[in-house]
């Protein structure tokens, strides 16, 4: 099984809980965006955890992500998975990213971010969650919104493949 984890940071200094997150959903590959700690700290921060071998390939990570891995990265895919989480999940947060503005129309909940698997990878989808605690401390307020002053404004997604 390969298990990828995505999280907008939102240019936060927080790669304890990055790390503690990644590790304790043991992630195989970690996107991380909008994230300005060099890629060596990063790595350090994520092999603090006991048995932890991250790396960061280089040559496959693009200007404005930050991808970290355990594997060689697989091939790229096409389903949206995440489309399950539009709707209201008991005791789950409803999407990604939440925002509220004073309009006629606002959704509140929004997933900007999001898992794609090409269709014939769909049956060897195992799980794809939305992930609001690091173990330790909540990553959401107790509204129940992204905590954009401890962690970050956007919740992270783990997804894990059988293949």
């Known amino acids: 099984m390969i298990a990828f984890m995505f999280w907008n940071i939102g240019k936060k200094s927080i790669l304890d809980r ?5 590790n304790r959903h043991k992630a195989d590959i970690l996107v991380l965006a909008e994230c300005e700690a060099e890629p060596d700290a ?17 040559e496959i990570t693009p200007s404005k ?4 891995s355990h594997l060689v990265p697989g091939s790229r895919a096409f389903f949206n ?3 399950r989480f539009m709707t209201d999940s008991p005791g789950k947060p409803s999407g990604t990213y939440h925002f509220r503005v004073a309009k006629p129309i606002n959704h509140f909940w929004y997933t900007l971010d999001q898992v794609l698997v090409r269709p ?12 609001d605690t690091d173990g330790i ?7 129940g919104w ?5 962690a970050s404004d956007h919740l992270p997604i783990l997804a894990v493949l059988d293949v």
Do not use: C, H
Not at 18 to 22: D, F, K, N, S, T
Not at 146 to 150: F, K, L, S
């Open 146 to 150: 992204p905590d954009a002053e401890n």
């Open 65 to 68: 992500l930050k991808v970290f």
């Open 42 to 58: 990063v790595v350090a921060a994520l092999n603090q955890s006991p048995g932890a071998r991250w790396e960061y390939p280089t």
């Open 18 to 22: 990055v790390a503690r997150i990644a």
């Open 120 to 131: 014939d990878l769909a049956d060897k989808l195992v799980s794809v969650d939305i992930i």
């Open 81 to 83: 998975p995440m489309w």
């Open 137 to 143: 401390q909540s990553l959401v307020t107790p509204s």
